[in-house]
């Protein structure tokens, strides 16, 4: 069959050159023609004639005949080409139930027309009310009944916490006084019993609690729902105006003013994209505080972003031992209901399913993005196993690069939580460059933000969440210069991605950074991205 | 003409493939989204105009690789149509059979192919006369089906072949509608009842039996109606449901079938008739192209993405539902499924001009189609909107339409209408039309040269070339496209084969994409444009030694900076700061290169009226409008300042540009190395009067002796004559009004205007043109560097000194 593919066959023109001689030239065309060609076998036929030949115009009545030449031809080509696929179907050649199976699937799932209709699902329906909802009066109701909700949970994961303390505490006691008297009245075995009785008391407590937890939170989060969707039909039955998507709104209301700067700048060589830059220095979970902890409008630029088209992202830095989040921000997660999304727990579990599927077979991967191992991947990798495909280890995990995603309605700072492994040990500060997977992750994760409208990024500075003794303040400047510059080509790069523009990236510095490093730092966001000149007025009357 | 009145606008919408994880293109950039290269294809469409088929109007990139295509639309679909009017006369069947094979043929002439007709996509104006495809073109923009992820094509009407996998035969598209018609005689639908995957094994099935019409009509229980059918037309019929395609005949060849012959003479008769009969109350708008409609459409508010939203057919989703859980770092991700609103939804949207027609119906009908000629019916009605800024301008609908009207017109008539042309295009250019009126600014006359020129023998700048084209203004979706770079190719190795004399520089891409973005579906006119271009403002720029002619040109610009803007002359002179470090790009490339394509536009719309000297004062523009900034800034600071050239306001640029070019003159910018258009007056300053070494001591450039006659005569208010020589010589014979400061006099180490030994000289010389004249040419030189230190704006120096004056005739000298 691929003999078939292409068909050579020579073309030979024939004319009478400026003394009216004969003369031929040939050319070899190959079929299937792309029309776009033609001009250029024009030229080469032509450029084996005199170049008087041009002059005369011969190119128009060689074009003419070439193109009644490859017409015929490509005719007959495609003739051909049917006649014998179809020769060798009707001979059964071809697996004809495969042919059938693909062409229907290519139809079932590309075309609306043919596809099994689906509803939208039942998080879409919800998604839309809450976001209709929210642009409308009852925002404060609803702002109300979460704040109510999550004074609820967080009161009883204090209760809980204060009463595992005084157990704890009176446990502490118990066994103090038990040691004390020991090898007198008490022998080692009795305070083994002890500790074990201890142990299985102060299980009980939590796993009740837990479990009162748990149905207190599944319970406000039916409830809540209920409430949105019956408040949404009855507001379809008032005005059935629709609300613009999106909102352009600021999202940041910063905790604790800890450093921050702010630049404006324009990147691209003609065509000027702004953006903003914020460099800070904070504790990574204090973008990830709970929402309801305290009385502000935090939780109203949260939920007017959660459905719209300007979220907000942050990049917090993971080993890679399991899927597992940074314990603060796991707790702070849980300080209230998530009424939009699983629990987190719930979340990071599924994560960990999918990962073990991707380890024991591709299957369940994304259509479309097929694992190309493409060089970029496998040059970077810095492990022994420089295979990006994932390789039948026993124990599956993500590697240095790989990112998994958490989202959340209940954090202070961000709906989506980018957790990217990174497995530079602590206290030794390595030299990094710009092919690291961790950059090359960075990289993955501008690109997801832009695929899905994340327009306000979090990502850390130094690729560290806390200050060690070893990073030195060279090293520091060296690394942040990396990963500004790393950003900077990544931006400049997303205006071709056709997704969201990120609006603003912030450069998040561990909050135990020292003021004079931190000056240093922000000191270079300006020479590094290109800050945008202040428009001065003037008046050119003068 | 009749339907016309119905024909309107509609628009489609899918999403392009997305690219499969991280990967580059053989030239190590990242790939092309698709939805770039679909737009870049379906540009040749856009010319496509013929009565059979609907004309597509545009291609909307949208977010997230959604494309929209804007068309034409008329009347019913078959679909609609048959039901309505059920059971269609075999007659009428016969003339769409007709009309469809006319519109296939007119695309297989063009090389395409439909490959997804089917009764959605014919359409039939409401008196069921008229019959145009639609939606024909996707097969050919999303290259074979290449671009996008669904399949192109109803499959009922597929044929065996295409099943297969075989696309691009036009005879697939005789068997589709072999089978549409077949459909309507036998009144039937095809497989009603039958599930995808056995109407493929169907299709399938056909390709091993030989009488397919035949079965169809067993299968459909009409064997009688088979039977009974007209002899010819079963053959016909079957020829065309033949399954080789060999055996099936072309568009062409079905045209000639004597079943058409009746039907051809009666609908030319048929169309005779109507336009001598028929002038109906068509809406005069309708009558315009629909190009125009479409482009008013979109200035009164019309917006193709929000009419889609309110059908549905863009359906917003919350972005943050549909977020991967793992993304790996060789791009592989675990996501939700698809969600439904990414699948190909072939609904269309009519697009509604009630609005417009409305807007425009108050107009009179000379502003419809302008009387150039007579003068009894000006076509001016909008000089009070002249005065508005542009911007706004471009947005008015009214204004817009006129303006448009009026150059289509111009253009017809060019080059007869040159002059009025140029003079409209003084006040602006509708971006409608911006292509061809710069063409016709450039006096450029299509006489198919173009197609001469071998675009594609290698060269040795195919390398650069190569190299550059990627790099061209790729934030515009039509120069980063596929075509778009083949395109922009092929005018830059026609442009450097045409000119063996030059060599390609780099900057050439940037100063082609602009004419290539105005007619990408012209490609001679860009070309000639260019050709045109090049010599009128860069004479001698591209040749392999072009030293000389960037110095004298950056020269120059020194000059003329000091003499609108001696201070700040005085401060870049003092900070070495000079021209070579950062104005090299802005000439070469006349700014195509530091601008954005949408800036350069409005800054070439003015350019094109100017002569070879305005772009220095856009140069000076933009200096001034930069001026506080530089005055404070060092060499390092200016230095990253036209590193990354800040955001300038272009509008301001062009009018200060503009009144500086007209207030200057001429021989003020007089160029060795300019084109030259007249010949050299005695009193003009001669071709090599002035040499190199001259403009680099000089920092005041030299007027002639003819445009200090012209202003003494017409604004003398505007001259200010500072004469050098002593009170001797200007009492034996001096010009009138001029101010007497004899150069031994003056101590020119103070730099100050009271130091002189005249009263008020500052009023004096303040806001005219000062014109420093000895007969000691040493003697002005020092004197004009001495005023421009004084912050004297406007300074200049006699060419050849007071003796020239002597020349004039008749006399303008006068003696005490």
């Given at each position: 069959?691929?003999?078939?593919?292409?068909?050579?066959?020579?073309?030979?023109?024939k004319?009478?050159?400026h003394?009216?001689?004969?003369?031929?030239?040939?050319?070899?065309?190959?079929?299937?023609?792309d029309?776009?060609?033609?001009?250029?076998?024009v030229?080469?036929?032509?450029?084996?004639?005199?170049?008087?030949?041009?002059?005369l115009?011969?190119?128009?009545?060689?074009?003419?005949?070439?193109?009644?030449?490859?017409?015929?031809e490509?005719?007959?080509?495609?003739?051909?080409?049917?006649?014998?696929?179809?020769n060798?179907?009707?001979?059964?050649?071809?697996?004809?139930?495969?042919?059938?199976?693909?062409?229907?699937?290519?139809?079932?799932?590309e075309?609306?027309?043919?596809?099994?209709?689906?509803?939208?699902?039942?998080?879409?329906?919800?998604?839309?009310s809450?976001?209709?909802?929210?642009?409308?009066?009852s925002?404060e109701?609803?702002?109300k009944?979460?704040?109510?909700?999550?004074?609820?949970?967080?009161d009883?994961?204090?209760?809980?916490?204060?009463?595992?303390?005084?157990?704890?505490?009176?446990?502490?006691?118990?066994?103090?006084s038990?040691?004390?008297?020991?090898?007198?009245t008490?022998?080692?075995?009795?305070?083994?019993?002890l500790?074990?009785?201890?142990y299985?008391?102060?299980?009980?407590?939590?796993?009740?609690?837990?479990?009162?937890?748990?149905?207190?939170?599944?319970?406000?989060?039916?409830?809540?729902?209920?409430w949105?969707?019956?408040?949404?039909?009855?507001?379809?039955?008032?005005?059935?105006?629709?609300?613009?998507?999106?909102?352009?709104?600021?999202?940041?209301?910063?905790?604790q003013?800890?450093?921050?700067?702010?630049?404006?700048?324009h990147?691209?060589?003609q065509?000027?994209h702004?953006?903003?830059?914020?460099i800070?220095?904070?504790n990574?979970?204090?973008l990830?505080?709970p929402?309801?902890?305290?009385?502000?409008?935090?939780?109203?630029?949260?939920?007017?972003g959660?459905?719209?088209?300007?979220?907000?992202?942050?990049?917090?830095?993971?080993?890679?031992?399991?899927?597992q989040?940074n314990?603060?921000?796991?707790?702070?997660?849980?300080k209230?209901t998530?009424?939009?999304?699983?629990?987190?727990d719930?979340?990071?579990?599924?994560?960990?399913?999918?990962?073990?599927?991707?380890?024991?077979?591709?299957s369940?991967v994304?259509?479309?993005?097929?694992?190309?191992?493409?060089?970029?991947?496998?040059?970077?990798n810095?492990?022994?196993?420089?295979?990006?495909?994932?390789?039948?280890?026993?124990?599956?995990?993500?590697?240095?690069?790989?990112?998994?995603?958490t989202?959340?309605?209940?954090?202070?700072?961000?709906?989506?939580?980018?957790?990217?492994?990174?497995?530079?040990?602590?206290?030794?500060?390595?030299?990094?460059?710009?092919r690291?997977?961790?950059?090359l992750?960075?990289?993955?994760?501008?690109?997801?933000?832009?695929?899905?409208?994340?327009?306000?990024?979090?990502?850390?500075?130094?690729?560290?969440?806390?200050?060690?003794?070893?990073?030195?303040?060279?090293?520091?400047?060296r690394?942040?210069?990396?990963?500004?510059?790393?950003?900077?080509?990544?931006?400049?790069?997303?205006?071709?991605?056709?997704?969201?523009?990120?609006?603003?990236l912030?450069?998040?510095?561990?909050?135990?950074?020292?003021?004079?490093?931190?000056t240093?730092?922000?000191g270079?966001?300006?020479?590094?991205?290109?800050?945008a000149?202040?428009?001065?007025?003037?008046?050119?009357?003068? | 003409?009749?339907?016309?009145?119905?024909?309107?606008?509609?628009?489609?919408?899918?999403?392009?493939?997305?690219?499969?994880?991280?990967?580059?293109?053989?030239?190590?950039?990242?790939?092309?989204p698709?939805?770039?290269?679909?737009?870049?294809?379906?540009?040749?469409?856009k010319?496509?105009?013929?009565e059979?088929?609907?004309?597509?109007?545009?291609?909307?990139?949208?977010?997230?690789?959604?494309?929209?295509?804007?068309?034409?639309?008329?009347?019913?679909?078959?679909?609609?149509?048959a039901?309505?009017?059920?059971?269609?006369?075999?007659?009428?069947?016969?003339?769409?059979?007709?009309?469809?094979v006319?519109?296939?043929?007119v695309?297989?002439?063009?090389?395409?192919?439909?490959?997804?007709?089917?009764?959605?996509?014919i359409?039939?104006?409401?008196?069921?006369?008229?019959?145009?495809?639609?939606?024909y073109g996707l097969?050919?923009?999303?290259?074979?089906?290449?671009y996008v992820?669904f399949?192109?094509?109803?499959?009922?009407?597929?044929?065996?072949?295409r099943?297969?996998?075989?696309?691009?035969n036009?005879?697939?598209?005789?068997?589709?509608?072999?089978?549409?018609?077949?459909?309507l005689?036998?009144?039937?639908?095809?497989?009603?009842?039958?599930?995808?995957?056995?109407?493929?094994?169907?299709?399938?099935?056909?390709?091993?039996s030989?009488?397919?019409?035949?079965?169809?009509?067993?299968?459909?229980?009409?064997?009688?109606?088979?039977?009974?059918?007209?002899?010819?037309?079963?053959?016909?019929?079957?020829?065309c449901?033949?399954?080789?395609?060999k055996?099936r005949?072309?568009?062409?060849?079905?045209?000639?079938?004597?079943?058409?012959?009746a039907?051809?003479?009666?609908?030319?008769?048929?169309?005779?008739?109507?336009?001598?009969?028929?002038?109906?109350?068509?809406?005069?708008?309708?009558?315009?192209?629909?190009?125009?409609?479409?482009?008013?459409?979109?200035?009164?508010?019309?917006?193709?993405?929000?009419?889609?939203?309110?059908?549905?057919?863009?359906?917003?989703?919350?972005?943050?539902?549909?977020?991967?859980?793992?993304?790996?770092?060789?791009?592989v991700?675990?996501?939700?499924?698809?969600?439904?609103?990414?699948?190909?939804?072939?609904?269309?949207?009519?697009?509604?001009?009630?609005?417009?027609?409305?807007r425009?119906?108050?107009?009179?009908?000379n502003?419809?189609?302008?009387?150039?000629?007579?003068?009894?019916?000006?076509?001016q009605n909008?000089?009070?909107?002249?005065?508005?800024?542009?911007?706004?301008?471009?947005?008015?609908?009214?204004?817009?339409?006129?303006?448009?009207r009026?150059?289509?017109?111009?253009?017809?008539?060019?080059?007869?209408?040159?002059?009025?042309?140029?003079?409209e295009?003084?006040?602006?250019v509708?971006?409608?039309?911006?292509?061809?009126?710069?063409?016709?600014l450039?006096?450029?006359v299509?006489?198919g040269?173009?197609?001469k020129?071998?675009?594609?023998?290698?060269?040795?700048t195919?390398?650069?070339?190569?190299?550059?084209?990627?790099?061209?203004h790729?934030?515009?979706?039509?120069?980063?496209?596929?075509?778009?770079?083949?395109?922009?190719?092929?005018?830059l190795?026609?442009?450097?084969?045409?000119?063996?004399?030059?060599?390609?520089?780099?900057?050439?891409?940037?100063?082609?994409a602009?004419?290539?973005?105005?007619?990408?579906?012209?490609?001679?006119l860009?070309?000639?444009?260019?050709?045109?271009?090049?010599p009128?403002?860069?004479?001698?720029?591209?040749?392999?030694?072009?030293?000389?002619?960037?110095?004298?040109?950056?020269s120059?610009?020194?000059q003329?900076?000091?003499?609108?803007e001696?201070?700040?002359?005085?401060?870049?002179?003092?900070?070495?700061?000079?021209?070579?470090?950062?104005?090299?790009?802005?000439?070469?490339?006349?700014?195509?290169?530091?601008?954005?394509?949408?800036?350069?536009?409005?800054?070439?719309?003015?350019?094109?009226?100017?002569?070879?000297?305005?772009?220095?004062?856009?140069?000076i523009?933009?200096?001034?409008q930069?001026?506080?900034?530089?005055?404070?800034?060092?060499?390092?600071?200016?230095?990253?300042?036209?590193?990354?050239?800040?955001?300038?306001?272009?509008?301001?640029?062009?009018?200060?540009?503009?009144?500086?070019?007209?207030?200057?003159?001429?021989?003020?910018?007089?160029?060795?190395?300019?084109?030259r258009?007249?010949?050299?007056?005695?009193?003009?300053?001669?071709?090599?009067?002035?040499?190199?070494?001259?403009?680099?001591?000089e920092?005041?450039?030299?007027?002639?002796?003819?445009?200090?006659l012209?202003l003494?005569?017409?604004?003398?208010?505007?001259?200010a004559?500072v004469d050098?020589?002593?009170?001797?010589?200007?009492?034996?014979?001096?010009?009138?009004?001029?101010?007497?400061?004899?150069?031994?006099?003056?101590?020119?180490?103070?730099?100050?205007?009271?130091?002189?030994?005249?009263?008020?000289?500052?009023?004096?010389?303040?806001?005219?043109?000062?014109?420093?004249?000895?007969?000691?040419?040493?003697?002005?030189?020092?004197?004009?560097?001495?005023l421009?230190?004084?912050?004297?704006?406007?300074?200049?120096?006699?060419?050849?000194?007071f003796?020239?004056?002597?020349?004039i005739?008749?006399?303008?000298?006068?003696?005490?």
């Open positions: 069959m691929d003999s078939l593919a292409t068909r050579t066959l020579p073309f030979v023109y004319y009478k050159n003394e009216g001689q004969d003369c031929e030239s040939r050319l070899d065309v190959t079929f299937p023609f029309q776009e060609d033609l001009e250029s076998c030229t080469q036929l032509i450029s084996q004639m005199d170049p008087m030949m041009r002059i115009d011969e190119n128009i009545n060689l074009e003419n005949e070439l193109q009644t030449f490859v017409d015929t490509q005719q007959n080509f495609m003739d051909d080409r049917a006649e014998t696929l179809l060798l179907a009707a001979k059964e050649e071809f697996d004809m139930e495969a042919i059938v199976r693909n062409t229907e699937r290519l139809y079932k799932d075309l609306l027309q043919f596809a099994d209709r689906l509803g939208p699902s039942d998080e879409d329906i919800f998604a839309q809450f976001h209709r909802l929210v642009h409308s009066s925002l109701e609803i702002l009944r979460e704040r109510t909700y999550a004074k609820v949970v967080s009883m994961t204090d209760t809980m916490d204060n009463e595992v303390e005084t157990l704890n505490h009176s446990q502490q006691q118990e066994m103090d038990q040691i004390n008297q020991l090898d007198i008490t022998t080692s075995e009795d305070i083994n019993n500790l074990a009785q201890q299985t008391t102060q299980n009980y407590v939590r796993k009740r609690y837990e479990s009162e937890l748990e149905a207190m939170m599944g319970h406000q989060k039916n409830e809540y729902r209920n949105i969707t019956s408040q949404v039909s009855q507001m379809f039955q008032v005005s059935p105006v629709a609300t613009p998507l999106g909102n352009r709104s600021s999202m940041f209301v910063s905790q003013p800890s450093m921050e700067e702010s630049f404006t700048i990147l691209g060589s065509l000027k702004m953006h903003n830059i914020r800070l220095s904070a990574v979970t204090a990830c505080s929402l309801h902890a305290e009385e502000s409008l935090n939780g109203l630029n949260m939920a007017l959660l459905y719209s088209s300007s979220l907000c992202g942050v990049v917090v830095l993971t080993p890679s031992i399991q899927a989040a314990k603060n921000i796991i707790k702070n997660a849980n209230s998530e009424f939009h999304f699983e629990q987190i719930v979340q990071l579990e599924n994560i960990e399913k999918q990962i073990l599927n991707l380890s024991t077979g591709d369940n994304c259509s479309g993005s097929t694992s190309s191992s493409s060089s970029s991947s496998a040059e970077g810095s492990e022994g196993s420089a295979t990006p495909s994932p390789t039948k280890k026993t124990k599956p995990r993500l590697k240095t690069g790989d990112f998994f995603i989202k959340h309605s209940n954090l202070s700072q961000s709906h989506v939580i980018f957790h990217l492994i990174s497995d530079e040990p602590i206290n030794s500060p390595s030299e990094i460059n710009s690291h997977p961790v950059i992750g960075l990289r993955n994760i501008l690109k997801t933000a832009s695929r899905h409208d994340i327009t306000t990024l979090t990502i850390p500075a130094l690729l560290r969440h806390e200050m060690s003794e070893d990073m030195t303040v060279q090293w520091c400047i690394r942040a210069e990396l990963v500004f510059k790393c950003a900077k080509g990544f931006m400049i790069e997303s205006a071709s991605w056709g997704g969201a523009e990120l609006s603003t912030q450069l998040l510095l561990p909050d135990d950074i020292s003021e004079s490093l931190f240093t730092l922000a270079m966001v300006p020479s590094v991205f290109h800050v000149n202040p428009k001065i007025l003037v008046d050119t009357n003068k | 003409m009749a339907s016309k009145q119905e024909s309107r606008l509609c628009a489609l919408t899918f999403f392009a493939k997305l690219h499969p994880g991280d990967v580059c293109g053989s030239n190590g950039l990242p790939l092309t698709n939805s770039i290269a679909i737009l870049g294809r379906a540009q040749k469409l010319d496509l105009q013929d059979h088929l609907c004309q597509y109007l545009d291609v909307i990139r949208g977010k997230h690789e959604r494309t929209i295509v804007v068309s034409e639309f008329m009347g019913l679909s078959l679909e609609d149509y039901k309505r009017q059920h059971p269609l006369a075999l007659g009428q069947i016969l003339r769409i059979f007709y009309q469809v006319r519109g296939i043929d695309l297989s002439r063009h090389h395409l192919v439909a490959h997804n007709l089917e009764p959605k996509h359409l039939i104006s409401r008196d069921g006369r008229q019959v145009k495809l639609f939606n097969h050919h923009m999303t290259k074979g089906g290449c992820p399949p192109i094509g109803n499959i009922r009407y597929m044929a065996p072949e099943v297969l996998g075989l696309n691009g036009i005879k697939s598209d005789v068997w589709a509608l072999a089978l549409l018609v077949v459909e005689i036998f009144q039937i639908e095809l497989w009603p009842k039958l599930k995808l995957s056995n109407v493929i094994r169907k299709i399938l099935a056909f390709g091993r030989n009488g397919v019409l035949e079965k169809i009509a067993r299968e459909h229980q009409c064997y009688d109606r088979y039977t009974a059918l007209d002899k010819e037309l079963r053959q016909l019929l079957e020829s449901l033949h399954v080789l395609p055996k005949p072309l568009p062409g060849e079905l045209l000639k079938h004597p079943l058409f012959e039907i051809a003479s009666e609908m030319s008769k048929e169309n005779e008739l109507l336009e001598s009969l028929e002038k109906d109350p068509v809406p005069l708008l309708m009558r315009c192209p629909l190009s125009q409609i479409y482009h008013l459409w979109q200035l009164a508010g019309g917006d193709v993405q929000a009419e889609l939203k309110k059908e549905g057919l863009i359906r917003s989703e919350a972005p943050i539902l549909g977020l991967p859980q793992i993304v790996r770092l060789s791009g991700s675990v996501c939700p499924g698809r969600s439904q609103a990414q699948l190909m939804d072939d609904r269309v949207v009519p697009l509604r001009l009630q609005a417009l027609l409305q425009l119906s108050r107009l009179p009908a502003v419809y189609f302008p009387l150039l000629h007579s003068p009894r019916f000006p076509a909008a000089r009070e909107l002249q005065a508005l800024p542009l911007v706004i301008r471009e947005k008015d609908i009214e204004y817009q339409f006129q303006r448009v009026l150059f289509t017109r111009l253009l017809q008539g060019h080059p007869h209408t040159a002059e009025q042309l140029q003079r295009a003084l006040v602006d509708p971006p409608l039309l911006r292509g061809p009126i710069w063409a016709a450039l006096e450029v299509p006489n040269s173009y197609w020129i071998d675009k594609y023998t290698a060269t040795s195919d390398r650069q070339i190569e190299v550059d084209i990627p790099r061209c790729q934030y515009d979706e039509l120069l980063s496209s596929p075509d778009g770079h083949r395109k922009l190719r092929r005018l190795k026609a442009w450097v084969t045409a000119h063996p004399q030059y060599v390609y520089w780099q900057g050439l891409d940037s100063l082609t602009p004419f290539l973005y105005l007619n990408f579906n012209n490609e001679e860009a070309f000639l444009s260019l050709f045109k271009f090049i009128k403002y860069l004479q001698w720029f591209f040749l392999k030694d072009n030293s000389a002619v960037i110095k004298e040109y950056l120059k610009f020194s003329l900076t000091a003499f609108h001696p201070l700040l002359a005085q401060h870049l002179a003092s900070i070495s700061f000079i021209p070579e470090l950062f104005a090299i790009p802005w000439f070469l490339t006349m700014f195509s290169h530091v601008f954005p394509l949408h800036k350069i536009l409005h800054l070439w719309d003015k350019l094109m009226l100017g002569d070879s000297s305005y772009p220095l004062f856009i140069g523009a933009i200096l001034r930069l001026r506080s900034t530089l005055l404070s800034s060092g060499f390092n600071e200016c230095i990253l300042l036209f590193s990354d050239l800040p955001d300038i306001v272009m509008e301001g640029c062009v009018l200060e540009s503009q009144k500086m070019y007209e207030a200057t003159p001429k021989s003020i910018t007089h160029r060795q190395h300019a084109l258009l007249h010949t050299v007056h005695d009193l003009d300053i001669g071709v090599d009067d002035v040499e190199l070494k001259h403009l680099q001591q920092q005041c450039p030299r007027i002639s002796a003819k445009d200090v012209h003494l005569l017409n604004n003398p208010s505007e001259l004559l050098l020589r002593s009170i001797v010589e200007y009492g034996r014979v001096h010009v009138p009004h001029s101010i007497n400061i004899p150069f031994a006099t003056v101590q020119l180490g103070e730099q100050r205007l009271e130091a002189l030994p005249v009263p008020q000289l500052e009023a004096q010389l303040r806001g005219r043109i000062v014109v420093c004249v000895s007969n000691i040419h040493q003697h002005s030189v020092e004197f004009s560097h001495f421009v230190a004084c912050g004297i704006p406007r300074t200049c120096i006699l060419h050849k000194g003796n020239v004056l002597h020349s005739e008749p006399n303008i000298l006068i003696s005490n």
